[in-house]
């Protein structure tokens, strides 16, 4: 389901998913992908509003995708050996992810 939430970064309100929830102190945080600017936040449960009426039905500008067979690599370094070598990731790291959003621009 799609929400709204209010953005910091963006200084306004966002259409989102919402991907995880954790509590803090004293509010829960939520993990949110915003579907018009396919950008990942973090938002305070009390900055999330429920989408009502003809706004649900727009369609979303962004939509989440990977690349086909890519896989994530990193450089992993010995320190004791002093080699570095390139291997296989779980993640992207984000200056891998710096350079794809560079070359697509």
Known sequence: QV??????ELKCWCRALVESVWCQADNY?????????????SVASENIRVLAGAFAKIPPRAKKCRLHCTKPLTLHIDYCENTAKIGPAKR???????HFRNLLE
């Open 3 to 8: 929400y709204v939430v209010f953005s910091e």
């Open 92 to 98: 992207w790291d984000t200056a891998a992810i710096q």
């Open 29 to 41: 945080q939520l993990t949110c992908f915003l579907v018009d600017y396919a950008k990942h936040c």
